[in-house]
């Protein structure tokens, strides 16, 4: 056979066969995709078209995008509004990295930012319990609530609502920062709902422990099972 | 089911919109280019004609990409100017783009007879576009979003569009949030819908889409043949790069960065067709090379604004373009300046203005000065030096190129080794291990072995080789100046930028093989 003859076949059958390895690439690729892949690279459909999925509330992720969902055309009750930055004499010192930083100002305050921003309606009552108060109450009646998953990052992020000081919002990180690095789960802020109260109410009343714990639960519920109990203890 | 179904419906529109905005400026662009080529242009009616077929597969390919850069960049410097960003200054801005454009072409018609052009029907490609993103839109192609994907590309974007400008207190999203990528987000906000899935969805296919016609175009231009065998060319080009968009498609690292709702997708998208523009413009004056340089400038400006890195990536691609014979003045102006016209106005505003200071971010001042300093050596060295040392010498500033890549990442190794190291074994192991690769590794070993090693294999492949090799060593340097370790993981920050140069080395491959098909037939 003339060389150019060999090299020609040569050429067919290399082609050939790497035509035969690109296709035998794929169809395990695609197998690998659609299979195994999922345990590293959870996926999920989005039939619903809503940023929030059953997904997240079954694994108890991303909290805020259902409370989010939940509150959107609800009124919900707070114990108190933004209290400002000045209103916990902080003491600053312009030389000291994170100097001026009140912890208080953050954990008393970012959930009533989130409902004042996503609720339909945010009101105050001067009546709701608050911060320690609270936490002393609803440990104990946690598992009337559904939880819906750790905040960190919904409070990581509410940093967007305030506007007050900006000087201040650059310590957002400090939830994720401080709770991240906890060894423990339970120093983890969670959201509890009381979800088969709240899907047909109107007004909702939500209250907050000192460790940032958030219960959100109507405003009939909260009257007839919550408010004895915490008027006991006061 | 109501709500769901406009939701759905005004995804798909956005996209019809982001699509027809960017065909009416791309056709516009090319009859206005097309007439500043006049004098060539009527001395060369055959060549014209010849690349019809090409500018409508371009034009195909690129009106979705280009609509969605003009709706970025017209965000992005609204908000950078501190202009409203609102439906109004938004319809305004459109208006006066189109306006001009419009004059421009009404201008091009006057005493200049178009020639006949091969013209896709527009209520086809509509019917297309359209089916595609119903696929797209409808849920059925499962995606994955993490935490990022939603306060980064969802809540972010929500709030900037409820505020309409930028503000302090957006803190470390405005240093660490591709801007871009940012402004993609606020669409389902205008639009009324939820969520950017579908848009993703949509640009991955359209990255499938330049891939291919990228592949094809090559893949027939270097095949042998004559004229009377032009058919049987058009048809093995077509096959072979239909076997490459498979096996690029199929390839995880496809699937993962197409159906992640972050960044990577966008960036790997337009860094593509970048790279195949500057390919295009290797290959010397054609009919579209204006167009192409005017596309360059667009999606070089909206690279450096997609990801916070995007700024080094692009001038990483300008020096590897610099082994090409490119004019200078056109890596100065359709390169090398987009990115200065983002960036500097953007750390203004950022640093200067706001003074945004996050405790932890990925941009810091330092990292800011490290980057205008690079680019400008990148402008210095090709206005003065590139063609008095390097003309002609291509092969040489390549070599001199990587050769100085791998020395900063020997340097790097030397002041921080463990960390180095450390990033280092990270990425063998996500590789290794299969995190988000899947089998492109094993494919990667097999092609290596199959090439035909000879001296003519690496002939043309200068910019791309150049390009896959410098983007693995610039990788590793960046991961490192980034601060913080790297992890083993498929969602690591290191693992999902090397896994973006996927297409590229695809495209080196498959033309390696076709180019020594060419060589042994002759």
Redesign the interface.
């Known amino acids: 056979m003339p060389e150019k003859g060999i090299k020609r076949v040569y050429e067919i059958c290399r082609l050939s066969v790497l035509t035969l390895v690109c296709l035998v690439f794929s169809i395990a690729s695609l197998i690998y995709n659609n299979n195994a892949l999922s345990k590293i690279f959870p996926v999920r459909l989005f039939t619903d078209q809503h940023i929030y999925q059953d997904e997240d509330y079954v694994n108890k992720e991303r909290p805020d995008a259902y409370l989010r969902e939940l509150i959107r055309y609800k009124s919900v009750y707070v114990p108190y509004d933004v209290k400002l930055y000045e209103y916990y004499n902080p003491i600053r010192d312009e030389n000291e990295r994170g100097s001026g930083f009140v912890r208080r100002y953050y954990t008393e305050n970012n959930y009533t930012r989130y409902f004042k921003e996503y609720s339909k309606v945010c009101m105050t009552d001067a009546s709701l319990p608050m911060n320690e108060a609270v936490g002393e109450v609803m440990e104990a009646h946690r598992g009337d609530f559904n939880d819906l998953g750790i905040a960190n990052d919904m409070l990581r992020y509410t940093f967007l609502l305030n506007k007050e000081h900006s000087k201040e919002t650059k310590y957002f990180w400090y939830s994720w920062y401080y709770y991240s690095f906890a060894q423990e789960e339970s120093y983890f802020p969670h959201v509890y709902v009381k979800m088969d109260e709240v899907a047909d109410a109107d007004e909702l009343v939500a209250i907050w422990d000192e460790g940032e714990n958030l219960y959100v639960t109507t405003r009939s519920d909260y009257e007839n099972s919550l408010k004895g109990v915490f008027g006991e203890i006061k | 089911m109501t709500?769901?179904f406009f939701?759905?419906m005004n995804?798909i529109f956005c996209i019809i919109f982001l699509y027809m905005s960017g065909y009416f400026f791309l056709r516009i662009l090319e009859d206005v280019t097309i007439k500043w080529q006049n004098k060539r242009y009527n001395t060369n009616l055959k060549k014209h004609a010849k690349h019809s077929h090409s500018r409508a597969r371009w034009r195909f390919v690129l009106s979705f990409p280009i609509g969605l850069s003009l709706w970025a960049l017209i965000g992005f410097f609204l908000l950078v100017l501190s202009i409203p960003y609102t439906y109004g200054t938004i319809v305004l801005t459109y208006g006066i783009i189109y306006m001009s454009l419009l004059y421009m072409y009404i201008d091009t018609r006057k005493d200049f007879i178009m020639p006949r052009d091969v013209k896709m029907n527009l209520a086809m490609q509509l019917v297309i576009v359209f089916t595609v993103a119903l696929v797209c839109c409808?849920?059925?192609?499962?995606?994955?979003?993490s935490?990022d994907s939603?306060?980064y590309y969802?809540?972010?974007p929500q709030?900037i569009v409820k505020e309409g400008f930028y503000?302090?207190?957006?803190?470390?999203?405005l240093t660490d949030v591709g801007q871009a990528s940012a402004v993609i987000g606020t669409l389902p906000w205008f639009f009324g819908?939820?969520?950017t899935?579908g848009i993703q969805l949509f640009l991955g296919f359209d990255l499938a889409a330049v891939y291919g016609v990228t592949i094809y175009e090559n893949v027939y231009k270097y095949m042998p043949g004559k004229a009377d065998v032009k058919f049987k060319k058009r048809s093995v080009a077509l096959l072979l790069s239909l076997?490459?968009v498979?096996?690029f498609i199929?390839?995880?690292c496809f699937?993962?960065m197409t159906?992640?709702s972050l960044a990577n997708i966008y960036f790997m998208t337009y860094f593509f067709i970048i790279f195949a523009l500057t390919i295009r413009l290797s290959h010397g004056e054609d009919v579209l090379t204006r167009r192409d340089r005017a596309l360059i400038t667009i999606f070089m400006a909206m690279l450096s604004i997609l990801r916070m890195e995007g700024g080094m990536f692009a001038g990483l691609l300008i020096l590897c373009a610099c082994a090409l014979d490119i004019p200078k003045k056109v890596l100065l102006k359709n390169y090398t300046l987009p990115l200065f016209a983002t960036q500097i106005p953007y750390y203004i505003v950022v640093f200067g203005i706001l003074r945004?200071?996050?405790?932890?971010s990925f941009l810091r001042t330092s990292n800011i000065i490290v980057m205008l300093v690079f680019l400008l050596i990148i402008s210095v060295y090709i206005a003065y030096i590139r063609d008095k040392f390097f003309k002609d010498r291509g092969l040489l500033y390549a070599v001199l190129l990587l050769l100085g890549l791998l020395a900063g990442n020997v340097l790097i190794c030397f002041i921080s080794t463990e960390r180095y190291i450390g990033n280092l074994r990270f990425f063998r192991n996500n590789l290794i291990h299969s995190?988000?690769w899947?089998?492109?590794v094993?494919?990667f070993v097999?092609?290596i072995v199959?090439l035909?090693w000879g001296k003519n294999l690496f002939k043309g492949m200068l910019f791309p080789l150049t390009f896959d090799i410098g983007y693995v060593f610039f990788t590793v340097a960046l991961c490192w100046a980034r601060d913080g370790t790297l992890r083993e993981?498929?969602g690591d920050s290191g693992n999902r930028v090397l896994m973006q140069i996927v297409p590229f080395v695809m495209y080196t491959f498959t033309f390696m093989?076709v180019r020594k098909?060419s060589e042994?037939?002759e």
């Open positions: 709500r769901e939701y759905m995804q409808s849920g059925l192609l499962p995606i994955s979003i935490n939603y306060y969802s809540v972010f709030t503000q302090r207190c957006y803190d470390v999203f819908f939820e969520n899935y076997i490459s498979l096996v199929s390839s995880t699937y993962v159906r992640w945004v200071n996050p405790l932890y995190n988000g899947g089998y492109f094993i494919l097999v092609l199959c035909p993981g498929i093989l098909r042994s037939a």
